[in-house]
Nanobody
């Protein structure tokens, strides 16, 4: 499966952005999906994930209550709605997928990655 992210940009603190990840291929509902982010000079870290066919979602403590992951399997698309953005949310955001019911909290647990989209939050 190939993943393509979009929707990043520059936003002021307190603002919102909606990231989009479009997947190619069939049977997208058979994949768990996740969002990760990587700030300059730092490791790639978990942001949010969704079990296959929707259902349970998981979030990093740093974004809980502000971000929401959702998926539309009919459109092979995953979203990350980001509200109340903070300067520390600035990073390149990556969409990831792995076949199976659930992904994990670490990049090594995902097999497919997008190219990333830059999110910059100004203070």
């Amino acid at each position: 499966v190939q993943l393509v992210e979009s929707g990043g940009g520059l936003v002021r603190a307190g603002g919102s952005l909606r990231l989009r990840c479009e997947a190619s291929g069939r049977a997208f509902s058979s994949y768990a999906v996740g969002w990760f982010r990587q700030a300059p000079g730092k490791e790639r870290v978990f942001v949010a994930s969704s079990r296959w066919s929707g259902g349970t979602t998981y979030y990093a403590d740093s974004v809980k209550g502000r971000f929401a992951i959702s998926r539309d399997d009919a459109r092979n698309t995953v979203y990350l709605q980001m509200n109340s953005l903070k300067p520390e949310d600035t990073a390149v955001y990556y969409c990831a997928a792995v076949m199976g019911p659930v992904g994990g909290y670490y990049p090594r647990e995902y097999d497919y990655w997008g190219q990333g989209t830059q999110v910059t939050v100004s203070s």
